[in-house]
């Protein structure tokens, strides 16, 4: 790392904090007893005002605002912990010579001082590099660190006052591994509380390279900063040493169903009518406290009434990620579709079109982070393999909710709908041969996704809830029969091919259904991993019960997995014809990207491998091929007419 002297540090840090999206808008002094307004006296009420006194039976108390189904859930850690704990955890990524750190202190008390520090470890001394202020509400605190080293790992720990501190690792880029590991997680339930040392034990074993949470991290809804570090506690121990990402789903931000619809207020109590329940100030710190941590978002411009937003990329060991906001732009059910079930986001009519719900101007991940997802996936700059993550799933992949016996037809809170903005979201993951990690749906499922025809779509990995007290769900058909193309040799009777309730084509590989939801060690819950291998192109999609053991192997698993599939597999399209094999000469992995000329249709764009790229194409007319360094830009042949693979010919191209 190039030597940084603490005046450069600080000045460096406190300049990029606030030029960031998630920039920290709170007070730093200003301990106002409710922050929020006296609208909402509730909101984050056991870390504002005078916090220490109110101790266990406050928390108790509190634990009835939250509106989560069933059940409340029990009583939060308390915060009154002794002045050389104050820092609980940290969390961090590191990207393009910036990084960025996200330290949670347990609430701070009068007179004590509302800063944070930052020290590396070099040549075995402790160096102070950054120091930081800790924000109110929420006491966080972010340090941004410029010309950062890649290529070396850093201790590094966070101090609070003469004697807080908590300490970690700050992971070099592993590009000289082949295998990069993402721990795929989601749904922690805050009814379940205590540390998660079966879950903690297995993902050190595993050691991955990413952390990715999904959502959902606490279900205190309107108790966040104690929720988020009672999560951190449950986690630190794998936070502290590699970098992390996690996107705040529904009930971080205090909703049972979240349709963000641009960042406009919601008038009803079930949020169907589009937009956030609460205070903008309350949505913009629990952001801020979860995400801020991730690369400068791609397009900072808040939404409506100044909600910031995050969506961003992120590479690591060669992979590069796409992180959505899947829920921000996506419009509410209430008043824009006619209602056919129980609740707004409920279809339970057999007789029903799916047709009648795929109307015109209806939102999901909006027009910016489409056009994200475009511009993502043609520029290949660091990346060999790509992977999409985001809070929920492209299809509604279940039938039962919350009971066995509760069969619901259509739930709209899934990324199947509206269905043909879902279309496009997947179009432009298949155009990058990417994959998609979720979380959010309490089941366990790995699946093709089809846009026109089954099969055509990338493949999707949702996680299995990591602590499911919440809510069951199970994938179970009606006539109980396999699918059209069913897995061949999986242990699971309902594979194969599958419209869901809203229409959406999605082939299924393998789900994880609850056995018995009363019993802890039976609900179904636990992790995924997902094993990125760079030279055989290929992707292994791990499915982790909370209490195995990881030491046992594959028998471990959730029976189904671990299921392997090709990158280019992602592209499912029926091929009708092969391009000239291109053979590449002095740079021999470019980016290669196929159009097809009637449509104007960008078919693809990868990274070759070996010194050669063979495209296939899935139409008769003529097609241009464009070649690049990184993105597609240096050299063009067009006019390209299909023929079979053996009668494609060669092309040389010289870079």
């Known amino acids: 790392m190039t030597p940084i002297n603490r005046r450069t540090a600080i000045k460096l840090t406190a300049a990029g904090v606030g030029a960031l999206a998630l920039k920290p808008v709170a007070s730093f002094a200003q301990a ?51 002045r050389d704990q104050v820092v609980a955890f940290a969390l961090y990524t590191q990207q393009g010579g910036v990084m960025k750190m996200t330290a949670q202190l347990f609430p701070l008390k009068p007179g004590e001082p509302l800063e944070a520090r930052l020290e590396v470890q070099r040549d075995g001394a402790w160096i102070e590099i950054a120091q930081a202020k800790v924000l109110y509400p929420g006491w966080d605190a972010h340090f ?40 795929n997680m989601s749904c922690n339930s805050s009814r379940t509380s205590g540390q998660r040392p079966e879950i903690i034990d297995n993902l050190k074993a595993q050691n991955p390279d990413l952390l990715f949470f999904a959502g959902d991290q606490t279900y205190r809804h309107t108790e966040h900063t104690v929720g988020w570090i009672e999560f951190g506690l449950q986690f630190r121990d794998v936070l502290r040493d590699r970098p992390s990402v996690c996107i705040p789903d529904d009930h971080d931000v205090g909703h049972g169903n979240l349709w963000g619809e641009n960042g406009k207020r919601c008038q009803r109590a079930d949020g169907a009518d589009g937009g956030y329940f609460y205070p903008v100030d309350y949505v913009n710190q629990v952001q801020r406290q979860q995400s801020w941590n991730l690369p400068d978002p791609v397009d900072p411009a808040p939404v409506e009434r100044g909600i910031t937003v995050y969506f961003t990329r992120l590479r690591i060991g060669g992979v590069d990620f796409a992180i959505l906001e899947d829920r921000k732009f996506k419009s509410g059910p ?5 209602e056919m079930g129980p609740r707004p986001d409920h279809i339970n009519d057999p007789a029903y079109d799916p047709k009648t719900v795929d109307l015109p101007g209806l939102q999901l991940l909006g027009a910016r982070q489409e056009k994200f997802l475009r511009d993502w996936g043609q520029d290949w700059a660091e990346a060999e ?43 432009e993951i298949r155009r990058a041969w990417a994959v998609h990690l979720c979380g959010d749906q309490h089941l366990a499922v790995v699946v093709k996704s089809g846009i026109k025809e089954f ?15 919440i809510y069951g769900r199970w994938w179970h058909p009606l006539d109980e029969k396999a699918g059209p193309n069913p897995v061949s040799g999986s242990p699971l009777p309902w594979t194969g091919d599958f419209k869901d309730g809203l229409g959406n084509k999605l082939s299924m590989m393998a789900y994880a259904n609850p056995p018995d939801v009363a019993d802890e060690k039976q609900r179904a819950d636990g992790y995924g991993i997902a094993r990125f291998d760079k030279r055989k192109r290929t992707i292994t999609f791990e499915c982790w019960p909370r209490f195995s053991d990881a030491k046992q192997g594959a028998k471990a698993q959730f029976p189904g997995w671990p299921i392997t599939v090709a990158m280019e597999a992602n592209d499912g399209r029926k091929i009708t014809g092969w391009l000239p094999e291109l053979v590449f000469v002095g740079a021999p992995n470019p980016v290669v990207q196929v159009i097809e000329e009637a449509t104007g249709d960008i078919l693809y764009t990868v990274r070759a491998q070996g010194g050669r790229f063979h495209p296939r194409v899935y139409s008769t007319g003529k097609h241009t091929i464009k070649i690049g360094a990184n993105k597609p830009t240096t050299q063009t042949f067009a006019g390209l007419q299909p023929k079979p693979k053996t009668e494609s010919g060669q092309q040389a191209v010289k870079l």
Not at 385 to 411: E, I
């Open 32 to 82: 106002t007893p409710q922050p929020f307004g006296a609208e909402f006296p509730e909101l984050d009420s056991l870390a504002t005002g005078e916090w220490w006194t109110k101790g266990t039976g406050a928390a108790a108390a509190g634990k009835s605002k939250n509106k989560g189904k069933g059940q409340p859930p029990p009583p939060p850690p308390l915060m009154d912990v002794p």
């Open 144 to 183: 941004r660190v410029e010309r950062w080293d890649a290529t070396k790992d850093v201790p590094y720990r966070v101090r609070h006052g003469a004697k807080a501190m908590f300490d970690g690792l700050i992971r070099r880029d592993p590009l000289d591994k082949n295998e990069i590991v993402v721990a």
């Open 334 to 338: 209430f008043g824009k579709i006619p």
């Open 385 to 427: 393999m790509k992977c999409v993550l985001s809070a929920t799933a492209f299809c509604g992949a279940v039938h039962m909710h919350g009971k066995r016996d509760n069969r619901l037809l259509a739930d709209l809170d899934c990324n199947g709908w509206p269905q043909t903005p879902r279309n496009r979201a997947l179009e």
């Open 455 to 469: 099969g055509d779509g990338p493949y999707a990995f949702t996680s299995p809830a990591l602590v499911n007290t």
